[in-house]
């Protein structure tokens, strides 16, 4: 039997998704960094994440720089929806690497682009709808099964250096998410941010200042009261068919 541990980060499902198909003791990096548990340790360990902004989420790069993880075989798997992923897959791997932990496997899979802002849900359902998902993650499975080497060292995707410093700041200072009149109190929006950063205060959400831009609060909302400004398609939103809601806030739900 492999000893393998999945940490993994989520906000519309992909990345969960991916994460139950590779086996393995599932655990979500949002309960890991609520309760401080920084020590990781198994034959086998891989961190599965989604990129953001041609990099990682905040959160994982604040995982990166403090846990401690002791494995043979350590993984990255990236889900991306249109480009970045390697600079994502570099980006981690150097971290961990300058903190003296050794990275034997990158590789990423295509599947929805959740980012509002410049997607529109409903196109991006039909154009991802033939993606062969399953089989791109069958592949993967056989490698790590194999404990095979890989870092796609593929060339940078634009001459533009720190294009995710850049891009990170550009999208934060043009895009936020307002709040419209129908909220329903039902929560889900408190209980699927992976920072604990919403609140409910007289019938409608209230933002801390920790958010990760991750968007599972709009993408979530049953009521779509959350909207992002100059977005794509406001009525339309993203879950991964294969994940239950139920699931996400297993995941996510720290307060
Ligand atoms: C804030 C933010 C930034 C993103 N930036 C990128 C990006 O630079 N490149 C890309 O291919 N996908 C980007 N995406 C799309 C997600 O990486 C993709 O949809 C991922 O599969 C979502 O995983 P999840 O469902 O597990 O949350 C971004 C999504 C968000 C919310």
């Known amino acids: 039997m492999i000893n393998m541990k999945i940490l993994y980060y989520t906000s519309t499902g992909n990345n969960l998704y991916i994460a139950k198909q590779l086996g393995g003791e599932l655990i979500s990096i949002p309960q890991l960094m609520k309760n401080n548990e920084l020590e990781i340790k198994d034959d086998i360990v891989g961190i599965i994440f989604p990129v953001f902004y041609a990099t990682s989420p905040k959160m994982l790069r604040e995982f990166v720089e403090k846990a401690n993880i002791k494995t043979d075989y350590l993984f990255l798997i990236t889900s991306y929806g249109s480009d970045g992923d390697q600079n994502a897959l570099r980006i981690m791997k150097e ?31 039909e154009l991802k709808k033939d993606l062969n998902i399953n089989d791109d993650i069958k592949a993967i499975i056989q490698d790590i099964l194999k404990k095979r080497e890989l870092y796609l060292d593929k060339k940078h995707f634009t001459d533009i250096e720190n294009i995710e410093v850049i891009l990170e700041t550009t999208m934060t200072e043009k895009f936020h998410i307002q709040v419209g009149k129908d909220c329903s109190s039902c929560k889900i929006c408190t209980m699927v941010c992976p920072r604990g950063n919403i609140e409910i205060i007289d019938e409608t959400p209230c933002f801390g200042d920790t958010c990760d831009f991750c968007l599972g609060c709009v993408h979530h909302c049953k009521t779509n009261n959350l909207t992002i400004n100059d977005e794509k398609n406001p009525n339309e939103r993203y879950r991964n068919p294969n994940i239950k809601l139920s699931e996400i806030i297993k995941s996510n739900k720290i307060i």
Do not use: C, H, W
């Not at 990275?103 to 599947?111: A, F, G, I, P, R």
């Not at 509002?116 to 359902?125: G, V």
């Open 95 to 125: 971290t961990l690497n300058n903190r003296g932990i050794e990275v034997n496997y990158t590789n990423s899979v295509l599947m929805v682009d959740n980012f509002l802002p410049t997607f529109d849900m409903a196109n991006e359902k």
